[in-house]
């Protein structure tokens, strides 16, 4: 069952039948302590009519009537029966005096007993009666509330779906959105108990516009990095096409063969930014335990050859063992990359690019320094947006490597941060929890 109305009619009308259950209990109990009452009152009031009554030594006479449930006996004073109603009726043979309750046969009789003059009289009837009786006004003061039933139903169903009201109209007016209206929805006439679903989807909406807008600036960002690049392709393919001799031709085909380099690199750059986000990563990704040591040694033997051909000077200077941390091994990888990349190509030839891991402030620190320009304090924190790059940038990055690196420490939760190296280069630092430390979900 997934119908709020009918959930909450069942559940009304089964608590309401419930306590009409509980009442009818109660109510024939208070019925039964009255008929008891009412019952043992008759009882003495028969025996004391007795008193003056005439019983000879005969044999007991048959009932009057068989809907008479009193049974009458009587006992002279040497403990002789001198009458019995019911012949066939199995109540004990000696008297207690006062009221009992007494069990003969397969029934409870209700009993009272009294010494008048020379003989000593004895008036019962069966319990079952009594409790026919009590059930019998219980029901009667429960039937007309059953009967009432149905009807509190349908009062039940038409007030649930009356309070639900403005929760349809809530739904009808977001069902009747087109997809681009992102305004907060209006509060106006919603119920206190649905404010906070109404808080949920302005807040929602709210995220889904900052998302819109964000993959609008990166989509236009985008074409804009996109457009140099092709641009010039077209043009170095017009100035290959016009070449006059073999050597012009060849030296236009190495500028397209740049050209396309440069193009690809942008567009895997994009694609890896558009994964790294975290509003766009897997909602699972693959994390397990990463050693930051051998990922940083992996990665110096890859990048060696790019280094050596910029005449760059690439190593370690300290890697703390048992550097381990909870992430996605790929996506830490893809992070180091770029920042020893973007290292080296900012870094003039014969200069230094070190990687270091330590442990510092309880976190593992993973550290790419080198002695390139540097970045201005002022400037480090636009170097991190998509596409930015400075103005006196000489090398031909495309601005989206350490944006990469801010979407990858992001999905982390790592620290990210940029200084000044010893040599006076940039150096870039990225600090993990500790994967002892770490919580199980991270």
């Known amino acids: 069952m997934t119908s709020l ?35 043992d009152y008759h009882l003495r009031q028969l025996a004391l009519s007795l008193r003056d009554r005439s019983f000879g030594q005969a044999p007991p006479v048959a009932p009057p009537d068989k809907s008479f449930d009193f049974v009458i006996q009587i006992w002279d004073g040497r403990g ?67 009967v009432l039933v149905p009807l509190l139903g349908l009062i039940i169903w038409y007030l649930i779906g009356r309070g639900l009201r403005p929760l349809d109209t809530l739904a009808h007016g977001v069902s009747v959105r087109r997809a681009d209206a992102l305004t907060p929805l209006s509060a106006e006439g919603v119920p206190d108990e649905a404010l906070p679903l109404v808080g949920a989807l302005n807040g929602l909406l709210d995220r889904l516009s900052q998302a819109l807008s964000a993959q609008r600036a990166f989509v236009a960002d985008a074409a804009h990095a996109l457009r140099t690049p092709l641009t010039a392709l077209q043009l170095q393919l017009q100035l290959t096409e016009r070449a006059d001799s073999a050597a012009e031709r060849e030296a236009a085909l190495a500028e397209l063969r740049g050209g396309l380099v440069r193009a690809i690199r942008l567009v895997e750059q994009l694609l890896t930014l558009a994964r790294q986000s975290p509003d766009s990563a897997p ?16 990665a110096l033997t890859a990048l060696a050859p790019l280094a050596e051909a910029r005449d760059i000077d690439l190593g370690a200077t300290a890697l703390a063992d048992d550097a381990i941390v909870r992430a996605d091994a790929a996506a830490l990888r893809t992070a180091l ?26 976190r593992l620190w993973l550290e790419v320094s080198d002695t390139g320009p540097g970045i201005a304090p002022e400037a480090r924190e636009r170097v991190l947006d998509r596409f930015y790059r400075q103005d006196d940038a000489s090398s031909d990055g495309s601005g989206l490597g350490l944006a990469i690196v801010k979407a990858i420490a992001e999905r982390h939760g790592a620290v990210l941060t940029l200084d000044t190296a010893e040599g006076g280069g940039l150096r870039v630092c990225l600090g993990f929890v500790p994967a002892d430390n770490a919580h199980p979900g991270n």
């Open 5 to 39: 109305r009918r959930r909450l009619l069942v559940s009304l009308l089964g608590a309401i039948v419930a306590v009409f259950a509980i009442a009818g209990l109660a109510t024939y109990r208070m019925a039964h302590d009255e008929v008891d009452a009412v019952m």
């Open 80 to 146: 002789l029966r001198l009458y019995l109603s019911h012949p066939h009726s199995v109540l004990p043979a000696l008297a207690q005096f006062g009221y009992a309750t007494v069990r003969a046969g397969e029934d409870d009789w209700r009993v009272y007993s009294v010494p008048l003059r020379d003989r000593v009289i004895q008036v019962a009837q069966p319990m079952r009666v009594r409790r026919a009786m009590a059930a019998k006004a219980a029901l009667s003061t429960l039937v007309p509330l059953l």
């Open 283 to 298: 909602a699972e990704a693959p994390v397990a335990p990463v050693d930051l040591a051998a990922l940083a040694r992996s």
């Open 337 to 362: 990359d770029n920042l020893i990349d973007n290292a080296i190509r900012y870094t003039p030839a014969g200069g230094r690019v070190d990687l270091a891991v330590r442990r510092a402030e309880g």
